[in-house]
Structures are given as C-alpha cells and as structure tokens.
C-alpha cells in the first residue's frame, strides 16, 4: 500500500521556523522524487521545489533563500523534510508533498505527480 504522511505544521510567529516532514512507504519502484507545494486559502495550489532521487533539485539550485530540502533514506521508509525559516504570513497555506515516479523531477505543475499525502496546515502570525 503507498502511503504518504506529512507532519509538522503548525502555528508559528512570523520569523519563525518549521520543518515539514514527508514520509512514504509502500512504493514497489526505486526511484522517484518528491515534489513540495503549497496551497493558500482562496489561490491556486504553487509548487514550491522537486527533489529527486540523487539529490538534484529543480528548478536547478532552488530553493533558494528561506526554505531547504533534504532526505533520509531510511530502509523502508524514506521521509523528505521541508526546512522553513523567517517565515512570513504570506507563508500560511496546506503544504503538500507529492511523489513523482521515475525520479526525474520533471517541473512543479501539480499534474506531473502520481500520488499526494493529505496535507499539513502551516500558519504564520504576524
């Protein structure tokens, strides 16, 4: 069975920080990349950054600034995160994290991904 489980969100204060966490399980093919988006109250869902599997993101370098990604490929359970730092209210949305199979890291467009988790509620406080 393939499971996708995000945690870590919560309230937080402007300035603060996060870290989102995405674990998957139960895929029976070796690679494929994690796609990270971001979707706000009242506006169309943002993909934020794909992650392949050799570590390689796209767009290339990114993200930049604020937030990271990383991996932990555990034996079974691989989980990716989502570092988020200085978070700002404009920040506030359902974080996402999607798998794309084939592990390229085609783009960000949501419809380039086969299977999401549920999605975890990030709130900024100014």
């Known amino acids: 069975e393939v499971r996708i489980v995000e945690s870590g969100g919560g309230l937080v204060q402007a300035g603060g920080s996060l870290k989102l966490s995405c674990a998957t399980s139960g895929f029976n093919f070796d690679d494929y990349a994690i796609g990270w988006f971001r979707q706000a109250a009242g506006k169309e869902r943002e993909g934020l950054v794909c992650?392949?599997?050799?570590?390689?993101?796209?767009?290339p370098n990114s993200p930049k600034g604020r937030f990271r990604v990383s991996a932990d490929n555990a034996t079974e359970t691989k989980t990716f995160y989502l570092d988020m730092n200085n978070l700002r209210p404009e920040d506030t949305a359902v974080y996402y994290c999607a798998v794309e199979v084939g592990g390229v890291c085609l783009g960000t467009y949501d419809y380039l991904y086969d299977y999401w988790g549920q999605g975890t509620q990030v709130t900024v406080s100014s």
């Open positions: 992650f392949a599997h050799d570590g390689k993101t796209y767009p």
